[in-house]
């Protein structure tokens, strides 16, 4: 059997996606091992995979609100590879992986898989990069006028020098790999017509759970703007818009929002600070959201209407395409007023041809897969660089 490494930041949206194929490929007689850091180690251990643990650097999240921001967000990534990289190539010395599956944001990845000569799988948590769709391009155009290129290209040389790899360009870590697992329906993803066979649309990789939470017994409307984005100002705008409706709603803050700083809630109306998404989303009539990809994708997976509420280019690639579809309705945050979202609620509970096209896309998920189907297109990759490497 092979030894498979994921590399993958450690925020939820980038790493939910692969725990499940790691279960799967570990139960196929696999190894699988994940450098990790000690925040997510313990759920790394549940899927049987091994951990071998580093300190990753420590910065404050930077939101991407704009041109600058985006830009010092790169070379944040570029920081985070040049601390890292010197860790985790340590902890293969010697016991190198068969295949490396990295997400798009795991910049060590692509390098190691060169230096080292090994076959490489990219994993998008995001929409994935194709002719008609290259977030790598935007990214790059972005840099052009940026005051910070200098810098990033400064320290891509010495990061490349140091670790004796090949040339890479910052467009270079955007681009596809030769093969790509995409976590999402084909159906789904913009420009779905220019990808070829180099892709595998393997949908969400998380079933919805309807046994792990228990409903309220009337229409529920679920909030969460994800695991990094902290905005008390919104969720005091859906307690407002929400207060007095005939449905219940639960609000998921995050860890850096007390509840109880919220002030004393209406009848009707919780709020924690994380709740299983997956097990709520089942029983979930309306979900407001940042439209970011795990949570689009698992919010399809349970065909539930969205109010998405984008803050960054990449989630707002997704809500304009939740709403492209028919899925829901997306504005932004400066317009997510009280009313705006009373109404919006309001229209997707009574929208039955919403709900219709929301089940024919959760059809869509069920058929493409998931996890053992992402497990499937791993082997298959592992078959064909070993018939490769053999000529």
């Known amino acids: 059997m092979a030894h498979i490494a994921f590399l993958s930041p450690p925020a939820a949206g980038h790493l939910n996606p692969t725990l499940p194929i790691a279960r799967e490929l570990v139960a196929r007689g696999h190894r699988v091992s994940y450098p990790a850091a000690p925040s997510v180690a313990d759920r790394i251990r549940e899927t049987g995979a091994e951990v071998l643990r580093y300190s990753p650097r420590q910065s404050e999240p930077i939101v991407i609100d704009g041109m600058d921001a985006a830009a010092r967000a790169t070379l944040a990534l570029l920081q985070d590879l040049e601390h890292d990289l010197p860790q985790i190539e340590a902890g293969y010395a010697g016991d190198r992986p068969d295949l490396i ?3 798009w944001l795991a910049w060590a990845g692509p390098m190691l898989a060169a230096k080292w000569g090994v076959p490489r799988i990219q994993s998008w948590s995001a929409h994935a990069a194709s002719e008609g769709y290259d977030f790598g391009r935007f990214v790059a155009a972005m840099f052009a006028a940026s005051p910070i290129k200098a810098r990033f290209d400064d320290l891509l040389a010495t990061v490349l020098d140091r670790h004796g790899v090949p040339p890479f360009e910052l467009h270079d870590f955007y681009r596809p790999a030769e093969f790509n697992l995409v976590y ?3 159906s789904f993803h913009v420009h779905n017509d220019t990808f070829d066979d180099r892709y595998a649309f393997v949908g969400p990789t998380r079933p919805s759970d309807p046994q792990g939470w228990t409903p309220p017994g009337r229409p529920l409307v679920y909030v969460s703007l994800g695991t990094i ?8 705008a859906c307690i407002q818009a929400f207060t007095g409706q005939p449905y219940q709603v639960v609000l998921s803050v995050g860890h850096d929002i007390d509840p109880a700083a919220l002030g004393p809630l209406p009848a009707g109306i919780e709020a924690h600070q994380q709740v299983p ?7 979930t009539d309306v979900f407001v959201t940042h439209a970011g990809m795990n949570s689009a994708m698992e919010a399809l997976a349970a065909a539930v209407p969205m109010v998405a509420v984008p803050s960054t280019p990449e989630q707002q690639t997704t809500a304009d395409r939740v709403a492209e579809l028919g899925l829901g309705q997306t504005f932004s945050p400066t317009e997510a007023t009280p009313d705006r979202l009373r109404d919006a609620v309001r229209d997707l509970l009574d929208d039955a041809a919403t709900k219709q096209r929301m089940r024919a896309m959760q059809h869509d998920v069920r058929e493409a897969g998931g996890a053992p189907r ?3 297109a791993i082997e298959a990759r592992l078959s064909s660089a070993k018939t490769t490497a053999s000529r």
Request: aromatic share 8%.
């Open 101 to 103: 599956v990295n997400d």
């Open 184 to 186: 999402q329906p084909r």
């Open 229 to 236: 984005i902290s905005d008390p100002a919104f969720f005091r």
């Open 277 to 283: 998404q997956p097990a709520v989303l089942a029983h």
């Open 374 to 376: 992402a497990a499937d």
